[in-house]
């Protein structure tokens, strides 16, 4: 399984990942509370301002502090080396 760092020490499966968003638009500002009204919502941005809203395979969110680009560039970075990079 390859993980990537999402901020804050938290980690994600690379391979679960469906997408990810920028949170500025109503649909994924009404995805995020959809996912909070159901209980699928993580929100590891541990109080900062959400950047990216991660979409996972098994309907779960995740909103992270770091931005998109940076997190495709981890995710670039992890199927180029194989494994998880330190932040």
Known sequence: MKLIGIGFGNLVSAER???IVS???APIKRMIQ???ERGLLIDASFGRSTRAVITM???NVVLSALTPETLAARCADI???GGYKDE
Do not use: F, H, V
Request: net charge negative; glycine share 6%.
């Open 17 to 19: 990942i469906i997408s």
């Open 34 to 36: 959809d996912a909070r």
């Open 79 to 81: 199927s180029e080396e």
């Open 23 to 25: 949170p500025e638009s």
């Open 57 to 59: 395979d098994s309907g």
